[in-house]
């Protein structure tokens, strides 16, 4: 018996989960979500993880073999420090998060980007089960990405593979966050959705184009053009079995679906048309923090054969 903790850092909440193996069968047994009080600042944010890791790993159990921390940024694979939380109050650049966390628990740690992690827990115990490759786009503030391949994070040789949100669909676009212009983040994120259709939510623009307002649907039309030009691309580069798509957005029905699906069947004429496969994520607000226990089971080189969430 053996236990993996992953930890997912968001601006809101930390969410906790402890992945256990018994008998090459893997278990979440805990899934919850504590304040993450993002506005007392990044050293406070670190020591919390740290102390919150330490309670499970040296407190709670003592059978936990690694940490994995999903974190909603880029950091230095190296050194383990942040270089950029771009949601995330004060000043993140070199913050160093791999270090305290390990000097206080004594376990390897690992640290991953969100929406790496988001794909690995979609690719092992959701809607991608047993399918590779593997394309996750998640729909928020921003638009995050993950490939897995063979039940492994893709992050190619610079280690940063998987930016599905940045690649380039508009080189007379808007400046991105990335400092390139025109990403597909800037096109057809959740905020740029509501932006277009006046809305202060996604959610609201979502209910507003259910009830049949122009503007409302064309915002959705729009980012679906977008994300279908995105989706062609990574067919045409990668031909992955399946795409997943994530955040609250995706998760509103049909509709915006299958806008996105026709944009992308119209722009892959290389593909056979029932071969691109776009369905929404199936884990809920737990993916990240099941995927970054995941990321310590793979890391670690773990066997399982099943996993079960509930
Ligand atoms: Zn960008």
Redesign the pocket.
């Known amino acids: 018996m053996t236990k993996f903790l992953g930890l997912d850092l968001g601006g809101t909440n930390i969410k906790i989960c402890v992945l256990e193996i018994i008998d090459f069968e893997c278990r979440v047994i805990e899934n919850l979500s504590i304040p993450t009080d993002a506005s007392k600042g990044p050293e406070y944010v670190v020591n919390l993880l740290a102390q919150t890791a330490n309670y499970y790993i040296n407190e709670k159990y003592h059978d936990v073999e690694a940490v994995s921390v999903a974190v909603p940024g880029i950091f230095n694979h190296a050194t383990g420090e942040i270089l950029l939380f771009p949601n995330l109050p004060g000043n993140w650049e070199n913050q160093p998060m791999k270090a305290p966390i390990a000097a206080l628990c004594n376990i390897p740690v690992f640290i991953l980007n969100d929406a790496r992690a988001f794909s690995l827990a979609e690719a092992h115990a959701g809607q991608a089960k047993g399918k590779s490759p593997v394309a996750c786009i998640v729909l928020g503030t921003g638009v995050g990405g993950g490939i897995v391949i063979d039940g492994k994070i893709h992050l190619g040789s610079t280690l940063g593979a998987g930016?599905i949100?940045?690649q380039?669909v508009n080189p007379e676009g808007e400046m991105?966050?990335?400092?390139?212009q025109g990403?597909l983040?800037?096109m057809a994120s959740a905020s740029a959705i509501s932006r277009g259709a006046g809305t202060n939510t996604p959610e609201e623009a979502f209910a507003r184009a259910m009830s049949g307002d122009r503007k409302a649907i064309e915002a959705f039309e729009e980012a679906a053009k977008w994300l279908g030009i995105g989706i062609a691309n990574v067919m045409a580069v990668l031909s992955p079995e399946i795409f997943i798509i994530g955040g609250g957005v995706a998760q509103s029905g049909d509709f915006f679906l299958k806008l996105i699906l026709k944009e992308a069947q119209e722009r892959s004429k290389l593909t056979p048309i029932d071969s691109i496969k776009i369905v929404p994520a199936a884990l809920g607000i737990y993916a990240g923090s099941i995927g970054a226990a995941l990321n310590g089971v793979i890391n670690a080189g773990a066997k399982f054969n099943l996993i079960s969430t509930t």
């Open positions: 930016e949100g940045h380039i991105c966050g990335c400092g390139a990403c983040e800037t």
